[in-house]
């Protein structure tokens, strides 16, 4: 299974969950940005990859809708409601990704 996270600049949030869940899991995990400026802006090719598509936000999904409608007809986009307040890999963050992923990791 392949596991997309999406935040603003992929800086704290995405490559956050990536990391955590690329470890003692049994997925494959990527992350990007919607911004211009984010370290990995998410592509077509990304949406593709996804079997699993988790945006930190309601605005990422907002974003991703508008500008790959046609590539996620077939998927689903979840909103993990995870306000940008925390640096990578804080450990109230991981906890909140650990305590929020649970449902779609079993």
Known sequence: MNYLFICSRNQWRSPTAERVFAQNYAINTRSAGTSRHARHTVSAQDI????????????????????????????KVVVL?????????DTELINILKETMTYYLE
Do not use: R, T
């Open 81 to 89: 409601d995870i306000p940008d307040n925390y640096q990578y890999m």
């Open 48 to 75: 593709h990859w996804a079997d699993h598509i988790f945006v930190m936000e309601y605005k990422h999904k907002k974003s991703i809708l508008e500008k790959f409608s046609k590539q996620l007809a077939q998927k």
